[in-house]
């Protein structure tokens, strides 16, 4: 059974690259269109900021006025890379030393406690609960079931059977709802550091010389 | 023009008439305007709300319509209906909507009327989606099925068929030119100060917004002001100075490209070297930016602002100006199209701290900014303008505490909406373009 339901999670694994692969690459039959207008900044340094500074709460309003709802952010979805990661130790597996497992359980139950925050935040502010649709809620369950199961399962390896479900439902609605962002979510902000670095608007250029 | 909704507005009804054949073509024309980068923005909002409290549009109205999450659901919607897999299987789970009649007034409502391209939503996204450029997409598709609201669809034919975004006829743009030199030659008691027209190989080619030959020459007089006084070689054209585009905001690239193409050839006929864009935020950016990828062309030249020209003169010791000369406490606007769009942000503080004594910053400013409400082609459009005078308001308030008598803003699209904020909140302030502070203080 074992066997079949982590057979069952790999295929699922390579569906959904697979599928986010074809979804990125579909992108691209929308036509990729050249350039023309001579840059004035830095795309590296626009891409760099994109990934450093341009999203820091003191550096980005909307997540210096929503600071709870910003930290909620970095655990969840530094816990769910870990439990991606976790997923793989689990089936090759591997052995890990006893502080990386503490460390996980932290950043986990982290990542579950802020994935239900959110998901109450949606529900409960009106016009979050208005801008969401069934996806948004469903994408948020089936992450934070999974958070919390490779949470327990560092504590009791005997509910593997259902960590490897979860994981592979969750492996296969990726692609199908907002979960691809995980994937899109590192395009995107390579494209707003182009944007905004080719144009010079970010990194924020420094005072103009004098001499 | 007054847009105001009635229900015998003629707009209204050409929307009632839509047919199953015009939903088809503004699905086409959506298509085209996707390239790969909007598809994959198109791919990734999360709803997670937080552009609501950076748009003016929501810190004003507080409604579900304005948040910008919700206006791109509409775009995006539509996108994942027609364009994605899950959107065609799974319809009402992933937020997939069709285009229809009722999709189109939201369209226009929305995109159209409660945005003004500002692009502050998209800095604060938490993924980076480029939300203005995606409304845009959708705003091209209702262009192509001629549903701009009338307004801001007029400013374009006119700058189609007139050549200037306000008709002005060419006997009278020359007679403006002849008069402001006058003014100018009086003003300096110097007849040699001259605004050059159509001077072949000059090495600045200027433009301005054709509201300075019609409204305000003195900010024509002023930038010749300052030309005089670097002693460069610069000119006007007797046809083509309209740097405005307003293409950029009702989505058709066709009559944007046009309009921006009367600059690049006269620039190549007067064999100029730089294309200078007057203070203009949206001009800056449809020809700055925008015109290349329109024109699908290599400019060949360089294209500048007024602002960095000017910056260029005072670094490099061409003017002098003495703050002295301005004692009024002065702040200044920064256009969204200008600075957080267009990436001048610098130039025009580094102007004013050579020209004025007392400057004070609206707090936020630069790339946080917030729009002052009259972008987009909110200006035009007056079936909105009770909306835009009420977003008005955050730019009214920012521009009370920072209790300044003057407000310097390097746009004329900015300035409309500033002297309507003033009138309408009793500001009590004075609207200034940058260059006319640096033109008084200029020491010739």
């Known amino acids: 059974m074992q066997t079949v339901l982590k057979s069952g999670v790999l295929i699922s694994m390579v569906f959904s690259a697979v599928t986010l692969t074809i979804l990125v690459l579909k992108t691209f039959s929308f036509g990729k269109k050249k350039l023309y207008a001579e840059p004035t900044g830095d795309i590296k340094k626009g891409i760099t900021y994109a990934f450093t500074k341009g999203m820091m709460p003191w550096e980005k309003e909307s997540a210096g006025s929503h600071l709870p709802t910003y930290i909620c952010g970095m655990f969840y979805h530094t816990g769910i890379f870990l439990a991606l990661f976790y997923i793989f130790v689990v089936i090759i597996p591997i052995t890990l030393p006893d502080i990386a497992i503490l460390i996980f359980q932290v950043f986990c139950l982290s990542a579950f406690v802020s994935g239900i925050v959110l998901l109450i935040k949606r529900l409960l502010t009106p016009y979050m609960r208005e801008l969401s649709c069934p996806d948004d809620i469903a994408a948020n369950i089936i992450v934070d079931i999974y958070l919390v199961l490779a949470f327990v399962h560092t504590f009791f390896p005997g509910i593997t059977t259902y960590f490897y479900l979860t994981a592979i439902i969750m492996f296969a609605y990726i692609p199908l709802g907002k979960i691809r962002h995980c994937f899109f979510f590192f395009y995107i902000r390579i494209l707003f550091g182009i944007f905004y670095g080719r144009r010079g608007v970010f990194p924020t250029r420094s005072k103009i010389d004098e001499t | ?444």
């Open chain 2, 1 to 444: 023009m007054n847009e105001k909704k009635d229900s015998k507005d003629p707009f209204d009804e050409q929307i009632e008439q839509l047919t199953p054949d015009d939903l088809q073509k503004a699905l086409q024309v959506f298509e085209q305007k996707i390239d790969h980068k909007y598809a994959a923005h198109l791919n990734s909002c999360v709803h997670c709300g937080l552009c609501a409290d950076v748009c003016h549009y929501y810190l004003t109205y507080k409604d579900l319509q304005s948040i910008p999450a919700y206006k791109l659901s509409l775009v995006i919607g539509v996108f994942k209906k027609y364009f994605s897999f899950s959107g065609k299987a799974i319809p009402r789970w992933v937020g997939a909507k069709t285009l229809d009649k009722d999709m189109v007034k939201e369209w226009i409502d929305s995109l159209f009327g409660r945005c003004s391209l500002c692009g502050r939503c998209a800095i604060n996204c938490s993924i980076g989606l480029n939300i203005p450029y995606l409304i845009r997409t959708a705003r091209s598709a209702l262009a192509a099925i001629g549903l701009v609201p009338p307004g801001l669809q007029s400013t374009v034919n006119t700058a189609i068929e007139k050549g200037n975004n306000m008709g002005i006829a060419k006997e009278d743009w020359l007679e403006t030119v002849e008069w402001v030199e006058e003014e100018l030659q009086d003003d300096i008691d110097d007849r040699n100060a001259v605004l050059p027209l159509d001077k072949k190989g000059a090495k600045y080619f200027y433009t301005i917004n054709p509201r300075e030959a019609m409204f305000f020459p003195l900010s024509i007089q002023a930038v010749g002001k300052i030309f005089h006084a670097a002693g460069e070689s610069w000119t006007f054209s007797s046809d083509n100075y309209d740097v405005t585009n307003y293409g950029l905001y009702n989505g058709d690239d066709e009559a944007a490209g046009i309009m921006s193409d009367r600059l690049v050839r006269s620039m190549k006929e007067l064999g100029c070297n730089t294309l200078v864009l007057a203070e203009c935020g949206h001009g800056f950016n449809s020809n700055r930016w925008e015109a290349p990828e329109w024109l699908s062309k290599k400019y060949g030249f360089e294209v500048r602002s007024i602002l960095e020209v000017v910056a260029g003169f005072i670094r490099d010791g061409k003017i002098k100006l003495d703050p002295a000369k301005n004692q009024d406490l002065i702040t200044l606007h920064d256009p969204c199209n200008l600075v957080r769009l267009g990436g001048i942000v610098e130039e025009q503080r580094y102007i004013l701290k050579h020209a004025a004594a007392n400057f004070i910053e609206m707090i936020p400013n630069r790339q946080k900014n917030f729009c002052c409400g009259g972008g987009g082609g909110q200006l035009s459009m007056t079936r909105f303008s009770e909306r835009r005078l009420k977003v008005g308001k955050i730019k009214s308030d920012q521009i009370q505490k920072t209790g300044a008598k003057i407000v310097a803003s390097p746009c004329h699209n900015c300035i409309d909406q500033l002297m309507e904020l003033n009138k309408h909140y009793k500001l009590n302030v004075q609207i200034k373009t940058v260059c006319e502070i640096a033109a008084d203080a200029l020491v010739i």
